[in-house]
């Protein structure tokens, strides 16, 4: 991922939790005590523009952790 987003200056970047989680399905067994799945997706942009800054819940890990980070470019 990170040499696409090398290319350009600009870059428009999200990251989904909720709706990744509710759309993608994944099963692990033993069944983990806690799971954080993040999704990132990030735009090149021609010039810099002002987006409202994204806020992050923070997530505590409790003894058998998943974690599972994916991304993609929107083109």
Known sequence: MYPLMQKNKYKLV???REKF???TTLT???KPDS???VFMVFKALDSKIEIE???IKP???KGFTIVEW???EIK
């Open 14 to 16: 999200h990251f989904i």
């Open 35 to 37: 799971i954080l799945r």
């Open 59 to 61: 997530f505590d890990r």
């Open 53 to 55: 800054e994204q806020k």
């Open 28 to 30: 692990v067994i033993p």
């Open 21 to 23: 989680t509710q759309t």
């Open 70 to 72: 994916g991304g993609a």
